[in-house]
């Protein structure tokens, strides 16, 4: 290995902002697929506890 040089301060790495642009969008994907996942589920949770309260008349209406 070699030794680092007299004189020489590593102030930064940028490899984090340089991927930056790269993961930026993959999140923003994965985040809005999370959020209609969310959605989907919460709407079909209201749809099991509505069709549960409603009387068994309205599964002859289904048919």
Same mark, same amino acid.
């Given at each position: 290995?070699?030794?680092?040089?007299?004189? !020489?301060?590593?102030?930064?790495?940028?490899?984090?902002?340089?991927?930056?642009? %790269?993961?930026? #969008? /993959?999140?923003?994907?994965?985040?809005?697929?999370?959020?209609?996942? !969310?959605?989907?589920?919460?709407?079909?949770?209201?749809?099991?506890?509505?069709? %549960?309260?409603? #009387? /068994?008349?309205?599964?002859?209406?289904?048919?």
């Amino acid at each position: 290995m070699t030794a680092p040089a007299d004189g !020489v301060d590593l102030l930064a790495d940028h490899s984090i902002l340089l991927a930056i642009p %790269a993961f930026l #969008p /993959a999140f923003a994907v994965v985040g809005i697929i999370v959020l209609i996942a !969310v959605r989907d589920r919460r709407a079909e949770r209201r749809e099991g506890e509505q069709s %549960a309260t409603t #009387p /068994a008349s309205s599964d002859e209406e289904t048919r």
